[in-house]
């Protein structure tokens, strides 16, 4: 027995036996999902990457020897269980794809013990994450995780096989290089050999994809890891993966039309969820004004509404004054939500405030006529303005922001809009909404230093028609930027990139980036696209965050096989950890106490 593992070969996963496989000999090998002993006769769900399957250990067919091994065994021990495919006993089991057999072992061997489990490998567990991650070896035992890092490895297969298609090839970045522009901290590397200096890890392979391309590989794909030491809201991991791609002489079309093709494959093969194409595209300047938002939710309607024109005259100062003062009133229309209650729509007002926003102003409508504490000021023009403009109906109810500073009402209003779809059950969650949000404005103003920073990076190309404003009115400046934007999330963006030189220090110029500073940093880019730079442009999926939607789970750790936690750190390696005098001394580094 103790020979078995070398004399047999595996011959089935345990999830692909089907009633066709009856009157077979099987081998399977695998885990002791659960084991029942009904007097003598054993049932185990054994189960591997392709499921679980039924086997029935009895001592008609087993000895005493092997009987006593089918007694040991216990939840995740790893067993082999040589035997015949038969139609199952008693009624198949519709949860199981494999249940309408069973396998009646004629030998069995135990392969390894296990340990108790610290939690239930089960398909819900209400294990705290933290325990998961520690073990995050057994976590992935789990068939949720198996599926979605399966989906993953197809999805990245899709991409590789769309691309080398379309006569891409796929290049190796540097994982230790020099600092890339992406706007978050860099992770740094001490170098040993060259004391006090620094590698540091790719935020994105940007700066290096453009190189490939003044060296003449017009299309470029890479499915890579990036690094950023952000302080990490919810849904962000210090290294994940893109999808990264870069092509010479091509229009944003040309770039977003590939783009579609890779979708439109890995939805319909994974998922048989059919995307039309051409994607729709919309304008940063249209989505902020019908979402608000430049990630914006298109699987519902419930667009904004934008009566600040009509307020002007309002007697009602809380509208009158940004109307008048360039300021905005917007909001939307809840269909049916004249239903709401004082406390709902409370609770509302709460949330648009922590989006900075003063307030909330509400109207129902019933009976064909207004209510609520605004409607005394409902004059000729707001009424107009509700009734044709924002399409409101009886029994529906206006959620109205105004504010002086027209980007934290429109912000608020878009939130609140998909906050009140998800809250109403307006999105189904098996659906996919996509576009591209295009023409973004080249710069966004630091709040708190006042400077410009790049919105995209500053390599980004502006509108050839708005060059001539980079020094007069840099911040109406638009770039040849798309983002797509799957569900409300940003899943990709890019940029046709500068690749004339003067553009480009004009560009840093606005940036306050000074020559000196822009030589030391990209002066080998500056240098390249001085060498007979194609124009070119490109984008970068974010991968993780794409297979998560794709598979239906909140958080790209989901996708991610040794995720990190919040506070960037591995719970099941203890990275990072303290490293010896003797490591530190070698690279030059001295401790500080
Ligand atoms: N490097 C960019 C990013 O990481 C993507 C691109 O512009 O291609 O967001």
Same mark, same amino acid.
């Given at each position: 027995?103790?020979? *078995?593992?070398?004399?047999?070969?595996?011959?089935?996963?345990?999830?692909?036996?089907?009633?066709?496989?009856?009157?077979? /000999?099987?081998?399977?090998?695998?885990?002791?999902?659960?084991?029942?002993?009904?007097?003598?006769?054993? +049932?185990?769900?054994? $189960?591997? $990457?392709?499921?679980?399957?039924?086997?029935?250990?009895?001592?008609? /067919?087993?000895?005493?020897?092997?009987?006593?091994?089918?007694?040991?065994?216990?939840?995740?021990?790893?067993?082999?269980?040589?035997?015949?495919?038969?139609?199952?006993?008693?009624?198949?089991?519709?949860?199981?794809?494999?249940?309408?057999?069973?396998?009646?072992?004629?030998?069995?061997?135990?392969?390894?013990?296990?340990?108790?489990?610290?939690?239930?490998?089960?398909?819900?567990?209400?294990?705290?994450?933290?325990?998961?991650?520690?073990?995050?070896?057994?976590?992935?035992?789990?068939?949720?995780? /198996?599926?979605?890092?399966?989906?993953? &490895?197809?999805?990245?297969?899709?991409?590789?096989?769309? *691309?080398?298609?379309?006569?891409?090839?796929?290049?190796?970045?540097?994982?230790?290089?020099?600092?890339?522009?992406e706007g978050a901290r860099d992770y740094l590397v001490p170098s040993r050999i060259n004391k006090g200096k620094f590698f540091a890890l790719p935020q994105s392979p940007q700066l290096f994809k453009q190189l490939l391309q003044v060296a003449g590989f017009e299309r470029y794909f890479q499915i890579c890891k990036c690094f950023r030491d952000e302080?990490?809201?919810?849904?962000?991991?210090?290294?994940?993966? /893109?999808?990264?791609?870069?092509? &010479? +002489?091509?229009?944003?079309?040309?770039?977003?039309?590939?783009?579609?093709?890779?979708?439109q494959k890995m939805f319909k093969h994974i998922l048989n969820v059919d995307i039309e194409t051409p994607i729709?595209?919309?304008?940063?300047?249209?989505?902020?004004?019908?979402?608000?938002?430049?990630?914006?939710?298109?699987? *519902?309607?419930?667009?904004?509404?934008?009566?600040?024109?009509?307020?002007?005259?309002?007697?009602?100062?809380? *509208? &009158? %004054?940004?109307?008048?003062?360039? %300021?905005?009133?917007?909001?939307?229309?809840?269909?049916?939500?004249?239903? +709401?209650?004082?406390?709902?729509?409370?609770?509302?007002?709460?949330?648009?405030?922590?989006?900075?926003?003063?307030?909330?102003?509400?109207?129902?409508?019933?009976?064909?006529?207004?209510?609520?504490?605004?409607?005394?000021?409902?004059?000729?023009?707001?009424?107009?303005?509700?009734?044709?403009?924002a399409a409101m109906k009886d029994g529906d109810i206006a959620l109205i922001v105004a504010d002086m500073d027209a980007s934290v009402a429109r912000t608020a209003a878009g939130r609140l809009r998909t906050h009140v779809a998800k809250s109403q059950g307006m999105v189904n969650p098996g659906q996919f909404g996509f576009t591209w949000v295009t023409d973004f404005p080249m710069f966004e103003k630091d709040e708190e230093t006042g400077k410009l920073a790049a919105m995209h990076h500053p390599f980004t190309s502006p509108r050839p028609e708005d060059v001539s404003m980079l020094s007069t009115d840099p911040l109406k400046v638009k770039t040849r930027a798309y983002d797509i934007v799957l569900n409300g999330q940003e899943i990709g963006g890019g940029s046709i990139r500068i690749h004339n030189q003067d553009v480009q220090a004009e560009v840093f110029k606005a940036l306050g980036i000074g020559d000196e500073e822009a030589r030391n940093k990209f002066g080998f880019l500056l240098d390249a696209l001085s060498f007979g730079a194609p124009p070119h442009g490109g984008l970068a999926f974010g991968f993780d965050r794409l297979v998560s939607i794709m598979s239906g789970l909140d958080s790209i750790r989901d996708v991610i096989a040794f995720p990190k936690t919040t506070r960037a750190g591995c719970l099941m390696t203890d990275a990072p950890s303290e490293v010896d005098d003797k490591q530190l001394t070698e690279l030059g580094i001295k401790r500080l106490d």
């Open positions: 027995m103790a020979q *078995f593992i070398e004399e047999l070969k595996k011959s089935h996963g345990a999830g692909e036996l089907r009633l066709s496989h009856k009157g077979e /000999q099987v081998v399977l090998m695998g885990w002791v999902d659960t084991v029942r002993d009904l007097g003598g006769t054993l +049932f185990i769900d054994l $189960r591997d $990457r392709s499921g679980i399957c039924q086997v029935v250990l009895g001592s008609e /067919q087993l000895n005493d020897l092997q009987l006593e091994v089918a007694r040991s065994l216990r939840q995740e021990y790893v067993v082999a269980i040589m035997g015949d495919v038969i139609a199952r006993g008693g009624k198949p089991n519709t949860n199981l794809k494999t249940g309408e057999i069973e396998v009646l072992a004629k030998d069995v061997a135990l392969l390894n013990r296990s340990q108790p489990m610290p939690f239930q490998i089960a398909d819900n567990v209400d294990t705290g994450e933290e325990v998961r991650l520690k073990y995050r070896f057994l976590d992935l035992r789990r068939a949720p995780l /198996q599926k979605a890092l399966l989906m993953r &490895s197809k999805a990245a297969l899709i991409a590789r096989e769309h *691309f080398a298609s379309e006569n891409f090839i796929e290049v190796e970045t540097p994982i230790l290089t020099k600092s890339t522009p302080d990490l809201r919810a849904d962000r991991q210090p290294e994940f993966t /893109q999808i990264d791609l870069e092509m &010479s +002489f091509v229009t944003p079309d040309d770039i977003m039309a590939v783009c579609d093709g890779m979708l729709p595209r919309i304008t940063y300047d249209e989505a902020m004004a019908r979402y608000g938002v430049d990630n914006p939710d298109v699987r *519902f309607g419930m667009e904004l509404f934008d009566i600040t024109e009509d307020t002007r005259d309002s007697a009602f100062k809380v *509208f &009158s %004054g940004p109307a008048t003062g360039g %300021g905005l009133v917007t909001g939307i229309v809840v269909a049916g939500g004249a239903s +709401f209650s004082r406390k709902d729509v409370d609770a509302l007002t709460e949330f648009v405030k922590t989006y900075g926003a003063k307030g909330l102003a509400w109207l129902k409508r019933n009976d064909g006529a207004f209510s609520g504490p605004v409607s005394k000021f409902v004059d000729v023009a707001l009424e107009k303005a509700l009734l044709e403009k």
